[in-house]
């Protein structure tokens, strides 16, 4: 019994360690992700919608949005403060 319980936490807690490994979207600033969509506004189809951040990976956002038939992802650079580079592609 002692056994099955030991290989029971090793399972959750191997689980719990993937889990953290993804980079959280909370430490990027939402006001960032809506600059980017906005940045890219004019090219977009109208009624394109702002979805939220997917990810952050280095210097590199990007975005989802809603573009009237699918859910797609946008990216934008960012200068090495973290604002939005100009165009923001």
């Keep these: 019994m002692r056994i099955l319980t030991s290989i029971g ?6 689980l719990l360690c993937a889990c ?5 979207t909370t430490d990027v600033d939402p006001m960032l992700g809506l600059e980017c969509f ?3 506004r004019a090219s977009l189809p109208p009624g394109t919608q702002y979805e939220g951040i997917e ?6 956002l990007r975005i989802k949005i809603m573009n009237g038939l699918e ?3 946008i990216d934008c650079e960012l200068n090495p403060d973290g604002t939005l580079k100009s165009g923001g592609r």
């Design 20 to 24: 953290e490994q993804q980079h959280s």
């Design 55 to 60: 990810n952050l990976a280095g210097v590199r």
């Design 9 to 14: 936490y090793l399972a959750l807690t191997a």
């Design 71 to 73: 859910v797609i992802t």
């Design 38 to 40: 906005d940045s890219y």
